[in-house]
């Protein structure tokens, strides 16, 4: 098996590195070997987004959100290893100063120099990279982001002390001022030359492997059904930084293009969708909540973009945790994992999946190839709700994932899926089981909810009591309810807090 360094394109030249350890942090070259200190430490998982890059990649064809050639995409250093970066380009708040022409700084840093959007200075470099990746693309778009749309793409930064609207004022002021934008043509040419058709595998350690087919994947799976596999790492970056714990040979999934595709599918019904298990969150929810508009909050919260344009949907669901938020969403649209050992391909209930607290239906040798969604009726109405102590970029305490098809005004379907209440992520049974048959109706919604103390003991923990949970999954019924009732059913703007407040300040 041929290895070679890790290469990638950073300060105008491409890098070779051939002895870091294949979970040697992006935040840890940088800082440590590329004496590249401007991007910082703050929380070391993902959270905090002072560590903020920005990653490019040759775009692929037809991708209206191109930058001249370049997918541009914000990701959090502290968890990204380096060999993840072969054949990409990294930009760090060092190049951003470069870009400007001559003496004079960027639009994003003057903005943020004009309207005070730093004070202590140090989630500054983190909140530059996320505002010039808006920049760029805004540019290339020509387009001028709204202040909530900028809020939205500067929700995984946090800062503590300047309240953000000075942030959001540099935001809008930076699309004012001259512009200077990256050229991208010597970065396109760089990964261009870079690129090969074959495997990268990269020898320091107990090895990091990135096939480039699903055949191979398939391949290397069964042959190393011990292996560690890595997708975003959004998630394993965590074991290392947080646990120190030793993840030994690395299958990487990351270079299968067929696995990050997401396509139609003729299945008769509405919004029928193959979503490749590599396909990045950002890309999946974007997906589903263009079929599904009322899925676009749970979207556009489900953690922040540094993390949905790293983590995949497929990793999630693999993953199996209680408190993951795709899973109960899938379940309301009758989602099925795709399951591949081998040349053997099976599909699975997502429901069944699932058989315990971090257990699941994988064999050994196997993995998950795709989540499939099968057409549904048209007549059939989802909800999605999100539950946690922070509005952005936060864990839920508590997410469901709704849906309701009526025949008049009889319940003929229902799928109540729900996170945070049980070991794994499930559908109300039992609640399920008191609405078949009856009028959607206030009385039947009550039941109902009193059947949900059946299917499920919440526990408590740090971020709700049991207590809490069960009442707001009751709760939530309710709002369903009004929101999906055949009459008089409320708007969404009924039931937002930020168009509640829209309307009492006007």
Not at 144 to 169: F, M
Not at 175 to 188: S, Y
Request: neutral net charge.
């Amino acid at each position: 098996m041929h290895t070679r360094p890790i290469r990638f394109f950073h300060r105008g030249r491409v890098v070779e590195v051939a002895d870091a350890a294949p979970t040697r942090s992006v935040l840890d070259w940088l800082r440590e070997d590329a004496r590249c200190t401007g991007t910082k430490e703050g929380c070391n998982e993902g959270d905090c987004g002072a560590c903020t890059v920005v990653i490019g990649t040759l775009a692929a064809p037809g991708d209206a959100q191109a930058v001249r050639g370049l997918s541009l995409q914000t990701v959090n250093a502290c968890i990204q290893f380096l060999p993840t970066l072969d054949g990409k380009a990294l930009f760090s708040v060092e190049d951003v100063k470069a870009i400007a022409p001559g003496e004079a700084l960027h639009p994003t840093q003057q903005a943020m120099v004009e309207c005070h959007g730093s004070q202590c200075g140090f989630c500054t470099p983190g909140f530059v990279m996320s505002m010039w990746s808006s920049y760029e693309q805004h540019r290339a778009a020509g387009t001028v982001p709204t202040r909530q749309a900028l809020a939205d793409e500067l929700s995984g930064n946090l800062c503590r002390c300047t309240g953000y609207r000075p942030i959001l004022d540099a935001g809008q002021r930076m699309f004012e001022l001259p512009a200077a934008t990256l050229d991208t043509a010597p970065v396109v040419q760089a990964l261009r030359d870079m690129a090969r058709p074959d495997s990268f595998h990269y020898a320091p350690g107990a090895g990091f492997h990135a096939p480039k087919t699903l055949d191979e994947l398939a391949c290397l799976r069964e042959a190393k059904p011990d292996a560690r596999l890595l997708a975003g790492s959004t998630d394993v970056g965590l074991w290392v930084n947080k646990q120190f714990r030793e993840l030994g040979e690395i299958v990487y999934l990351g270079s299968v293009a067929e696995l990050q595709r997401i396509e139609p599918l003729d299945a008769g019904g509405q919004g029928g969708l193959w979503i490749g298990a590599g396909a990045s969150l950002e890309s999946a929810w974007r997906a589903l909540a263009q079929r599904w508009p009322a899925l676009t909050d749970v979207w556009l919260r489900f953690a922040s973009p540094p993390i949905r344009h790293a983590g995949t949907m497929g990793g999630n669901v693999a993953n199996g945790s209680p408190i993951g938020d795709s899973a109960p969403v899938l379940m309301a649209l009758d989602a099925q994992i795709e399951l591949r050992r081998g040349a053997r391909v099976r599909r699975l209930p997502l429901p069944e999946f699932y058989l315990d607290y971090m257990k699941n239906r994988l064999e050994a040798g196997e993995f998950v190839q795709a989540i499939v969604i099968p057409g549904l009726p048209a007549r059939r109405q989802v909800r999605a709700y999100k539950i946690s102590k922070r509005f952005d970029c936060d864990i839920s305490a508590l997410c469901a994932g709704l849906a309701i098809e009526l025949d008049g005004d009889t319940v003929s379907a229902v799928r109540l899926a729900f996170g945070g209440l049980a070991a794994v992520v499930k559908r109300a049974a039992a609640a399920e089981a008191a609405l078949i048959g009856q009028p959607w109706s206030q009385a039947s919604v009550a039941a109902a909810q009193a059947a949900l103390a059946e299917d499920f003991k919440p526990l408590s923990d740090m971020r709700a009591s049991a207590a809490y949970r069960a009442q707001v999954a009751a709760n939530l019924l309710q709002r369903f309810w009004l929101e999906t009732r055949a009459k008089d059913p409320l708007p969404a703007s009924a039931t937002s807090v930020f168009a509640a407040m829209t309307h009492e300040e006007a």
